[in-house]
């Protein structure tokens, strides 16, 4: 089945602690990214990548970053978490820009105290 | 630069009457346009997109949505509203002056269908 997954679902951790979302995807696409979603504010585009090794950032890129090593990963990272990225977070996938629709994962809810 | 702002935060409609969910949009090149579906505790599903040639789109579940260039407008509709319907929607766009890499999304518009 073609499929974007997200691990964890659910996390509640601490300012400051180090962490990693995994976003995995299994339809060869070429396009990835990362979205954040707040209550009244939609989603707001965190970073993207066209490519293994090819990302760049989107509209709210500060406090996070990614890597993309393998086609099929695109893990966001937060190194210091705080507060203010308490959201729920998305990963996306899509064959390529442009008129390709994309493919979401099931969210990854984050609290930051 | 790319926005889209969906004016209505929650929308309304009886079951059977048409829905439209509004949408606008500004760019700076040509546009790609989206809308997605997001139902309680789920991820976002894509609906229909259009990208170039009529201005009707066909999409999924029966939905379309009408494209005008003048009015820089891609509003959604249903002709006959279903209670299944209700769910978060999502407008969205692409344009080709930034080599359509980044996508704006809308705040998102709650539709609800009252039986």
């Known amino acids: 089945e073609a499929q974007v997954t997200q691990n964890p679902r659910y996390l509640i951790t601490v300012t400051g602690k180090k962490l990693t979302v995994t976003c995995s995807q299994n339809m060869n696409h070429e396009y990835m990214s990362w979205y954040r979603q707040d209550p009244g504010l939609g989603l707001r585009q965190i970073y993207y990548s066209m490519n293994v090794e090819v990302t760049d950032k989107g509209d709210v890129p500060e406090g996070y970053k990614v890597s993309r090593k393998e086609k099929r990963n695109f893990p966001l990272i937060l190194e210091s978490p705080s507060p203010n990225q308490t959201s729920l977070y998305f990963c996306?996938?899509?064959f390529g820009t442009g008129l390709y629709e994309q493919y979401f994962g099931p969210g990854t809810r984050l609290t930051v105290t | 630069a790319q926005s889209v702002a969906q004016p209505e935060d929650q929308v309304n409609v009886a079951e059977g009457n048409p829905l439209t969910v509004k949408c606008t949009y500004s760019v700076s090149g040509n546009p790609y346009l989206f809308w997605y579906v997001q139902y309680p505790n789920r991820g976002l599903q894509f609906l229909l997109k259009y990208i170039t040639g009529d201005n009707l789109v066909k999409g999924s579940y029966g939905f379309e949505a009408e494209f005008n260039k003048s009015q820089t407008s891609f509003h959604l509709k249903k002709p006959s509203a279903l209670v299944s319907d209700s769910a978060l929607y999502f407008c969205?766009?692409?344009?080709?002056?930034?080599?359509?890499?980044?996508?704006?999304f809308g705040t998102g518009t709650k539709l609800q269908v009252i039986p």
């Open positions: 996306a996938s899509s």
């Open positions: 969205a766009v692409r344009d080709d002056s930034g080599g359509y890499q980044k996508v704006t």
